[in-house]
């Protein structure tokens, strides 16, 4: 027979345990890659009693994320182009700023410079304007030595820049490493700890802020990674872990030949686009 008190035990249990899930995700509001989650109950095996089944209660089922992987995908393209954008900005601003400055620029010196050997050519015999276009030639030259040491100050920054960028995506392509080896243990996506699964999309974030990935999730929770597309440099898959790694040419400053480290052999790769990497590439190789 159907125990009433037992059904409204459990029932009683049910809503208690989505209050501590509605409870957890309030004190969770501000934490950083945290997702919402959601408690799910499941009906309980009728009981028959002649030739009719009587319900018996409810019981929790499951706790999920409110998770959509569409949405969350896109979200990591736009941040990709997104922060392609800010380093070209930022690099892209200081080279105006240094050479359009009117006091550390090359206009004003020049003019100076074009405007003694003007006045030099009218009165070649004159020591004054002598002296005058030799001041301003040095001058010229003073400006030049300048602007090549900041615009050679912006070359060795980005290549920091380019090398901390590299250094950060081996640290997550680890750190992810890990946490599928973590997720591959539970068997399946349903069983997995909805903080594990958060831990893994916050490094997928990361990882798409530095370069363009694309995603390929399998039946435990755990991912591939590749850069730009399907046909990119693997980053992690079930097997190992890529190391990247940033060879610059003197002779061509423009030129940055990335290094992918799959097999033990450091080889050159063309799929690192978007990103805040890719921005820094861009720069170099267009401005």
Do not use: C, W
């Amino acid at each position: 027979m159907v125990d009433i008190l037992n059904i409204g035990a459990g029932a009683t249990q049910l809503y208690r345990s989505a209050l501590s899930t509605v409870s957890n995700n309030i004190a969770n509001l501000n934490t950083e890659g945290y997702s919402r989650q959601i408690s799910e109950g499941s009906q309980n095996a009728p009981i028959q009693m002649g030739g009719v089944y009587l319900g018996d209660g409810a019981q929790l089922a499951n706790v999920k994320r409110a998770f959509n992987e569409f949405h969350e995908s896109n979200l990591r393209n736009s941040s990709s182009e997104l922060t392609t954008q800010d380093p070209m900005i930022q690099y892209a601003d200081r080279i105006v700023d240094i050479m359009g400055s009117k006091t550390g620029g090359l206009s004003s010196a020049l003019d100076r410079f074009f405007a003694a050997a003007r006045d030099l050519s009218s009165d070649p015999g004159s020591i004054s304007l002598r002296n005058g276009y030799l001041r301003d030639a040095d001058g010229l030259a003073v400006r030049f030595r300048e602007l090549s040491g900041q615009l050679s100050s912006i070359e060795n920054e980005t290549q920091s820049s380019i090398n901390l960028q590299i250094t950060s995506l081996n640290n997550l392509g680890e750190q992810l490493f890990d946490v599928n080896r973590l997720l591959d243990k539970n068997g399946a996506l349903d069983q997995q700890p909805p903080a594990l699964l958060d831990q893994r999309d916050s490094i997928l974030r990361d990882m798409a802020e530095i370069a363009k990935i694309k995603v390929t999730q399998s039946t435990t929770g755990s991912v591939e990674v590749r850069l730009d597309d399907s046909n990119g440099a693997p980053v992690v898959d079930q097997l190992r872990v890529t190391t990247f790694s940033a060879n610059f040419d003197a002779t061509l400053p423009g030129q940055t030949e990335i290094l992918a480290n799959v097999y033990g052999t450091p080889t050159p790769t063309t799929s690192v686009v978007g990103g805040s990497l890719g921005g820094i590439m861009n720069f170099r190789s267009q401005i």
